[in-house]
């Protein structure tokens, strides 16, 4: 397929694909499709929820022509098609599909001779050709590698980060035969500044992007167990960190709670992978025990502060300081806040949350809290989440009395400015 006869269709318009549809429509005849149809009124009207794309740059998008629709028919005229559909797990902590297998389906029924479907989605090692291309080959009677072609190119989308944007992160590129390797690398080597990187296969594209997330969830987990320990033996963990940063090849993570829907969610996909073929991984799911549990120290730590300024738990009431699941950005999938805020609630203490960028409507629907608007006085402050909003706040104003604690999680402020930090 040559280049200037691509027609890209960016099936999925949350934080991987707006901004790859808005770079792609700069250069090519390109659509959006989202089965979301709030989601299309919203981008129509020039807002979006993600804050990835700002309102001036999406108006000017539109402008521009940019198209976004929920009606699949419009998906014929297309001939590329690039998946970025979410990959999260079910309640087993294993693959869950689902989402993959929906827009597999709608993209397959409108396949035409020589067109390329690739895959953004973060999956395990041969995931595309595995489960995918079945289901796309079950949509039509074209045959893959004969009829259609495939590519892989895994998302490297930093929710939040207003440097490290789209265009200018590197871009690991894959395709199911050479040809349509060469074809998927040219198409992305045009949008992309930083430039890209051809691998040899899908399936290592697809493993190169599982690694990426699990080697920080690892290293996270090793600082977070080292929090553990050092807890015990009464050492603050972050001036360990700066200590044994001054050395050139010490790796600098800090420990933090791990949630969102990349890190703490892609170690199981190799995980479910590697078992299917008979073996378990250790360090992996080693890793992956200490982050699920930090949260639960976490409480512990603030109740056994309180308990010690003589501050009764039950009926004690708390602030929470941040719901998504990383700094700077309105994304709470699978943030790991809520586990702390339901177990102090076990616990019979009255909890408020707070958070300047998370959409009040989606967390009262999809995890049941309502947002704090105004503050009050509080026993305990937990700084869960470090947006740069909160290092202006005054929170002597929010302490209820000389007892109040306050646990600041990722040590966003200065030591002697709370009672405790990871």
């Not at 009606?71 to 309640?91: A, G």
């Not at 977070?224 to 700066?242: G, R, S």
């Not at 730590?301 to 941040?322: A, D, Q, Y």
Request: with cysteine.
């Amino acid at each position: 397929m040559n280049l200037t006869s691509c027609k890209v269709a960016v099936v999925g318009l949350g934080y991987v694909g707006l901004p790859l549809l808005i770079e792609f429509s700069k250069k090519y005849s390109s659509i959006g499709f989202d089965i979301d149809k709030k989601r299309i009124a919203e981008l129509k009207e020039g807002f979006d929820k993600t804050n990835e794309i700002s309102e001036k740059d999406l108006e000017a998008s539109i402008s521009n022509g940019l198209r976004v629709t929920n009606d699949e028919k419009y998906l014929s005229d297309f001939n590329v098609f690039i998946i970025t559909v979410p990959t999260p797990l079910d309640k087993n902590k294993d693959p869950d599909l689902k989402y993959l297998s929906e827009a597999s389906k709608t993209v397959s029924k409108y396949i035409k001779k020589d067109d390329i479907i690739i895959y953004e989605s973060t999956v395990y090692p041969g995931c595309t050709e595995e489960f995918c291309v079945p289901i796309l080959e079950g949509g039509t009677k074209l045959k893959y590698n004969k009829d259609f072609f495939c590519g892989y190119s895994p998302e490297r989308i930093n929710p939040g980060d207003k440097i490290n944007t789209i265009t200018n992160i590197k871009k690991v590129t894959s395709g199911s035969n050479l040809n349509t390797a060469k074809t998927v690398n040219q198409l992305y080597l045009s949008i992309i500044s930083a430039g890209t990187y051809l691998a040899n296969s899908i399936k290592v594209a697809e493993a190169s992007k599982a690694i990426e997330n699990a080697q920080r969830d690892l290293n996270i987990s090793f600082m977070n167990e080292l929090a553990l320990m050092f807890d015990k033996m009464d050492i603050d963990t972050n001036e360990v960190i700066e200590a044994a940063s001054t050395k050139w090849n010490f790796l600098k993570f800090k420990p933090g709670i791990v949630g969102g829907h990349c890190i703490s969610v892609d170690p199981y996909y190799l995980v479910y992978k590697s078992k299917t073929l008979g073996y378990t991984p250790k360090v992996i799911l080693s890793g992956r025990e200490v982050n699920e549990k930090i949260g639960l120290f976490i409480c512990n730590k603030v109740i056994n502060l309180l308990k010690k300024n003589n501050v009764s738990i039950k009926g004690s009431k708390s602030l929470i300081l941040g719901i998504t699941f990383k700094e700077n950005c309105p994304d709470i999938r699978n943030s790991k806040v809520i586990e702390i805020y339901n177990y102090l609630i076990s616990k019979g203490v009255i909890v408020d949350l707070h958070d300047p960028h998370a959409n009040r409507d989606e967390v009262k629907n999809k995890l049941g809290v309502n947002l704090l608007t105004t503050f009050e006085k509080y026993d305990s402050i937990i700084l869960a989440v470090p947006h740069d909003h909160y290092k202006s706040l005054n929170f002597n104003n929010f302490k209820r009395n000389a007892n109040s604690i306050l646990y600041d999680v990722k040590g966003l402020l200065p030591k002697s400015d709370s009672n405790g930090r990871l």
